[in-house]
């Protein structure tokens, strides 16, 4: 059973430029969320995407963008890269049974340097 | 901003010590997750806790959920390399359900 996978692993890009990071998530699970991970801090949560719209969404600017597609895959879009976008970008997935979800597994995430 | 404050930052102890990693808010959470991540890695589930008071075992790992669900503990028992990593705690409120708030974390490193 394949787990959370995310492409690319890692990522260069240049300020001002826009990127596309994906995912897939575990097998059976229909709720995906993101979260960005600065280095020696903990993820911090971006949005969350359900039945292919944002349910929740954190403290982040709206250069910061998502989609999920009918197979539950999502990607997350960021637009006019700034320097302080670097970080470890971190999908999770869950499956929401009523009001509440399961419990959520990580993927790898992918390595985003701006330069 | 953490809204869940762990302590200490980082902890080194050798093979055989033992350990306890704290996790505290001033907010009440429904459930609370620990991780550990590896570098390059994303976090792992370890345990949630979801009842006031509760207490996990998971092998060498011993978890406590506190009596008004706001803080919680991680205790190591007789530590092994194997349990270098970074340990997160993250909790779920009842209001937004499927969105962790997750603290710093606690690096560990283990030593021969």
């Known amino acids: 059973d394949a787990g959370v996978t995310q492409s690319p692993t890692h990522l260069i890009k240049t300020r001002g430029q826009q990127v596309t990071l994906r995912c897939s998530p575990k097998?059976?699970?229909?709720?995906v969320s993101w979260y960005q991970q600065a280095l020696g801090q903990g993820p911090q949560f971006i949005f969350q995407?359900?039945?292919?719209?944002?349910?929740q969404r954190g403290n982040f600017p709206d250069r910061f963008s998502g989609h999920q597609f009918p197979n539950y895959s999502s990607e997350l879009n960021v637009n006019a890269l700034l320097l302080g976008d670097s970080a470890l970008y971190l999908c999770?997935?869950?499956?929401?049974?009523?009001?509440?979800?399961?419990?959520?597994?990580f993927g790898q995430g992918t390595r985003l340097t701006v330069v | 901003t953490q809204l869940l404050e762990q302590s200490p930052q980082f902890l080194s102890i050798q093979e055989g010590e033992n350990l306890t990693v704290y996790c505290n808010s001033s907010?009440?959470?429904?459930?609370l997750q620990w991780y550990r991540q590896e570098p390059g890695e994303g976090p792992v589930l370890l345990v949630t806790?979801?009842?006031?008071?509760e207490v996990k075992k998971l092998k060498r790992l011993t978890f406590q959920f506190g009596d008004a669900r706001k803080d919680s503990s991680l205790h190591i028992t007789a530590a092994q390399t194997g349990d270098t990593g970074l340990y997160l705690c993250?909790?779920?409120?009842?209001?937004?359900?499927?969105?962790?708030?997750f603290g710093a974390g606690t690096q560990v490193v283990v030593t021969p």
């Open positions: 995407y359900y039945e292919e719209e944002e349910r």
């Open positions: 993250a909790g779920e409120s009842t209001d937004s359900w499927g969105k962790l708030q």
């Open positions: 907010s009440v959470f429904s459930s």
């Open positions: 999770a997935s869950s499956f929401r049974t009523g009001v509440r979800n399961t419990e959520a597994f």
């Open positions: 097998s059976g699970h229909d709720t």
């Open positions: 806790v979801v009842t006031g008071g």
